[in-house]
């Protein structure tokens, strides 16, 4: 009984850092989707005709990663 008990919270707690590690992987998304959303409001703010240019450079980033 005791045991089982145990083995509930165990399993509970290692299901809880799964969805923790997951939440914390979908902020790291958010962010560098918000990130990206920022260079391209400055891209079209300062220099629409670099915008190219800087879509490249995004794209190079994210062949590096």
Do not use: C, Y
Not at 15 to 33: G, K, V, Y
């Amino acid at each position: 009984m005791i045991k089982h008990r145990l083995h509930k919270q165990r399993r509970a707690h290692r299901i809880e850092m799964m969805i923790q590690r997951e939440l914390a992987r979908a902020e790291t998304i958010l962010d560098q989707n918000a990130q990206a959303m920022r260079v391209l409001t400055m891209a079209l703010d300062n220099e629409p005709k670099g915008l190219a240019k800087v879509f490249a450079e995004i794209e190079q980033k994210g062949k590096s990663k």
